[in-house]
């Protein structure tokens, strides 16, 4: 009886252990994350994101011509990897455009950090 008591509570400790492990892991795989552009943010409010962020808080060159993260030439596309870029700076998504993803949005050469 002894027995087949201390292997219940083995096996209960390698379940227990093998779990935590794996939400330890889960946690480690999700603590990264991108903000990019939101659902439904419409191009007005895009445009104004880029006007005040590439004036006022961070350097845009990546989003101009030649720069990595040109191509596709979308509002989108470019609005999303400013809107990261300042997150990396300032430490904020903005709420007005962004949302926060854990699905990493580089592509090509266009590296998000």
Same mark, same amino acid.
């Given at each position: ?28 795989? !999700? ?7 939101? #659902? =439904?943010?419409?191009?007005? +409010?895009?445009?104004?994101?880029? *006007?005040? &962020?590439?004036? !006022? ?7 101009? #011509? =030649?720069?990595?993260?040109? +191509?596709?030439?979308?509002?989108? *596309?470019? &609005? ?22 854990? *699905? ?10």
């Amino acid at each position: 009886m002894k027995l087949s008591l201390f292997i219940a509570m083995f096996q209960l400790g390698l379940v227990v252990s093998c779990v935590s492990s794996a939400i330890s892991h889960a946690g480690i795989h !999700q603590s990264k994350q991108w903000c990019v552009v939101a #659902p =439904g943010a419409g191009d007005q +409010q895009m445009q104004a994101f880029l *006007n005040t &962020a590439c004036s !006022q808080l961070v350097d845009c060159k990546e989003i101009r #011509p =030649g720069g990595s993260c040109y +191509q596709p030439n979308t509002l989108q *596309n470019h &609005a999303s990897y400013i809107l990261n870029l300042s997150y990396r700076r300032n430490g904020q998504c903005d709420k007005a455009v962004g949302i926060f993803s854990v *699905n990493d949005p580089s592509f090509g050469k266009c590296q998000y950090s």
